[in-house]
């Protein structure tokens, strides 16, 4: 995996992968609650925010993270690229995700 892809335009290649090491999380009413259990810090997501959390186990790329808000989503495939641009980025920021060019093999 590396790290530090830019994201303001979004790689269709690229795979997002949960730091699972140092995360605990859990979906309540279809929003996805996220502890660092190293740092304290607390996050939550709305349900399109859970939908990618829940697609970032490295075996989906970004293309198919924006195919999947669209099938469930009434939004525009611009606006679905725009905000998983900025979601990523902001995980990415918090260290809660990184971004690799291949899949996780099973």
């Known amino acids: ?35 660092d259990f190293k740092t304290g810090d607390q996050y939550s997501l709305n349900p399109i925010g859970t939908l990618v959390w829940e697609m970032a186990d490295g075996a989906h790329s970004l293309k198919d993270i924006v195919a999947s ?21 902001d995980m990415e920021n918090e260290n809660l995700v990184v971004l690799g060019e291949a899949p996780l093999s099973s």
């Open 1 to 35: 995996m590396s790290e530090g892809y830019p994201v303001t335009r979004l790689n269709d290649g690229l795979y997002i992968h949960r730091r699972e090491e140092r995360l605990i999380s859990r979906v309540i009413d279809g929003e996805a609650i996220i502890v």
């Open 69 to 89: 808000i669209l099938e469930r989503y009434d939004i525009s495939e611009t606006q679905a690229r725009a905000d998983l641009s900025k979601l990523v980025s």
